[in-house]
């Protein structure tokens, strides 16, 4: 079973523009649609669809629309109890497959509702092949929530915990990282990559054996693996054994709005399955690239994947001098 944490889900909101989005202009919008997402969300979705077991754990209140989405979609789920409506996040999404996202801050978190989420967890971590704590944080929730909920999972349960976050609470996390305190999947992409080497996004994005010894620096400080996506350029996997780049098949973007937690869950699946680094990580791109091309928020159904069509090579390890 995956267990997701999503401290602040969101109504994603697309809309679809006829043609390209012009700053201060009028547009007559060509379809909009709402979907109930938040990474840990998206990657339950990816289970249900792939037979894998899985709980959304998450605040919102039960009479929230959201909640009614999520169990018309089948998603089992425990709620804390909200601090207010979910939030609503927009994606402008133009033909070329350019993707403007306004998130939303979300609702105040009160203390209560944070102790809530992390009591849930911990009743579920022990049944749970992986806890996956996705997403910002709420206002409310201090920066280090994740660090400090990793380091407390790490001494109560064995379950493996993998983080994929942004921003202040990243940093937090990495400044807390420790053999003891570290998750053992991180997920970042070249901007959070960036985020704490100082290094650029972009930079980083195009160049996967930079993005490489990037992720090398979370290794060693006690990360078991880390899955660095990198947009168009695909994915590099770093474990102890090694490092894989991974390229995608060409796609016509639609979307990129739920390609991360794609990949994200095509890994874990390849790890349910007991592929090798490579063919988790193929696993992985063939999902997120899957999900670029379909609109808003949704998550490819698992005949929609093709592994078969990507590209995986493995990376030189750094000289020991190097590092
Ligand atoms: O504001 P956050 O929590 O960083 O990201 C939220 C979000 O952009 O992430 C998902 C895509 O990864 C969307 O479903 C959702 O709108």
Wanted: hydrophobic fraction near 45%; aromatic fraction near 4%; include cysteine.
């Amino acid at each position: 079973m995956i267990v997701t944490l999503t401290p602040n889900p969101s109504i994603d909101r697309t809309v679809a523009l006829a043609g390209p989005l012009v700053r201060g202009g009028v547009h007559r919008t060509a379809s909009a649609f709402s979907q109930a997402g938040g990474k840990g969300v998206n990657i339950s979705r990816a289970c249900l669809s792939a037979g894998v077991a899985t709980t959304a754990v998450l605040p919102a209140a039960g009479d929230d629309p959201f909640v009614a989405d999520l169990a018309a979609a089948g998603i089992a789920h425990r709620l804390a109890p909200g601090d207010g409506p979910v939030r609503v996040n927009l994606t402008i999404s133009e033909p070329d497959g350019t993707t403007t996202k306004l998130n939303s801050p979300g609702a105040t978190a009160s203390p209560a509702t944070l102790d809530a989420l992390a009591a849930t967890l911990r009743s579920l971590a022990d049944e749970a092949d992986w806890i996956v704590l996705a997403g910002s944080l709420p206002p409310g929730a201090p920066a280090r929530w994740y660090a400090d909920l990793v380091a407390e999972l790490r001494t109560t349960t064995t379950t493996r915990i993998a983080v994929d976050t942004s921003d202040e609470p990243l940093v937090s996390l990495v400044d807390r990282l420790g053999p003891d305190t570290a998750p053992h999947l991180m997920k970042p992409n070249g901007e959070e990559l960036a985020s704490f080497t100082g290094a650029d996004g972009a930079a980083l994005e195009a160049d996967p054996a930079a993005a490489a010894a990037a992720a090398r620096t979370l290794l060693d400080r006690g990360v078991t693996e880390v899955l660095a996506t990198l947009g168009g350029h695909g994915a590099v996997l770093v474990t102890a054994d090694g490092a894989w780049h991974a390229i995608p098949p060409p796609t016509d973007v639609v979307s990129t709005v739920g390609a991360g937690d794609s990949s994200l869950f095509g890994y874990l699946l390849g790890g349910l399955r007991q592929q090798d680094p490579a063919h988790r990580l193929a696993l992985a791109v063939a999902y997120g690239s899957a999900a670029a091309g379909l609109p808003g928020t949704t998550i490819p159904q698992p005949t929609q994947v093709r592994p078969d069509l990507v590209v995986v090579r493995a990376l030189p390890s750094p000289l020991e001098s190097d590092r």
